[in-house]
């Protein structure tokens, strides 16, 4: 069996330290493919593969948002939830400054800054899910426990 030479990057690092259940994925990357691209390279439930998103309040402070691949997040019902005025997605060179990952390869794991995580409850339900490892074309299939354990993300509903 062929061992595949993953990057190391600093989500793999984090997994590896909390001695996180995980394995690896690639699938030929597309610029713009997103969750449905992965869900297609990979044979996967695009419901299963979780976007990492990276937003701020009207602050300008940063967050992660976790949701599922099939589904967008109401900025309305986030800002709501977290008692902000407003919520947004960050612009890609402003969200890479945040994390130190390249929009495409962005993980919740081993971010630059230190930032709030929030996740779709409904991910929590899920057995196991698809995550980014922190590059384009990487993902780490992972049980949903282990996010909740690692991350301590707050469970919000604003999936549309």
Known sequence: MKKENFPTTP???VLKE???DFTLHTYPYE???GTKTSSIKLGVDEH?????LIME????KPLIILM???KEVSTKSLARAIGAKSV???KPAVAEKHTGYRVGGTSPFGTRKAMPVYMEKTIADLPEI???AGSRGLLAQIPASEIVRILKPVAVSVAI
Request: proline share 4%; net charge negative; with cysteine.
């Open 11 to 13: 989500a793999i690092l």
């Open 18 to 20: 909390q001695n996180a």
């Open 31 to 33: 610029e713009r493919g």
């Open 57 to 60: 309040d009207e602050t300008g």
């Open 48 to 52: 299963r593969i979780i976007k990492t």
């Open 88 to 90: 947004f997605p960050c």
């Open 130 to 132: 698809f995550i980014n």
């Open 68 to 70: 599922h691949g099939d």
